[in-house]
């Protein structure tokens, strides 16, 4: 027992955030697999909105990715992952606040079933707007790179990596094109795909292609696009 358990999904990017966050920060944990199909009585205990990622650390729970690794930042301040001045500590959240409240539901969006071939056209340009807005606006701005807010990496590129380690299930079943004039955001995906932290919690193009058609086909069924 390491006194730190995190309760994760295999293929929840959610999840994936923490986990960067611990290996960048070489905390040993304890990980507790949840079959989210199946998930044990017990686990409505653990986790207040019934989802994963939550960490136990001495006993106590903390839940929601973003929160979860400030939380963790701040518990284990060592490398600090947030920049020690405080307006660049609220570039980042703002950094982070995009991720969550601009890509993700873009990208819910897209993957969608069921839309008309201009619905998906629309959400194509919608996710190529945000991530033009990202490398412009972002990456461009914020530092010298190669990641969002300088030299060494922060909150910020956590919460995003997930989701562009999965660009290529977008590109395969909704047919998403990553912007050309978007270099900056390349060579940052680059950079952090060497990070061990990437490396040892990456999963395959066909894996998460196998995930997201399960998940498409949950929601065809159940008649409703999903709030993941
Ligand atoms: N906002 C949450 C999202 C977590 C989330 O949606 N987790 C999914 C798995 S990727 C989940 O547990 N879904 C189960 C459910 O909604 O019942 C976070 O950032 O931690």
Known sequence: MTGIELFSYAACPFAQRVRMVLIEKDIRFDLVEIDLANR???FAEVSPYGKVPVLRHAGRIVWESAIINQYLDEAFPSPPLLPADAYRRALARICM???DT????AVHK???PGQTAADTAAQRERLAGVLRFMDAEGLCRL???PYWLG???TLVDFQFLPFFERFGVYEELGGAEWPAECTRLRAWYDAMSERRSSIETRHTLDFHLDQQRR???LQAAAG???NR
């Open 102 to 105: 601009r890509l993700l539901p």
């Open 40 to 42: 044990p009585a017990w």
């Open 97 to 99: 606040d995009y991720c």
């Open 143 to 145: 530092g010298d790179g």
């Open 151 to 153: 030299a060494t990496p």
């Open 215 to 217: 998940l498409r086909a």
């Open 224 to 226: 409703h696009p999903g």
């Open 110 to 112: 897209l993957m969608q």
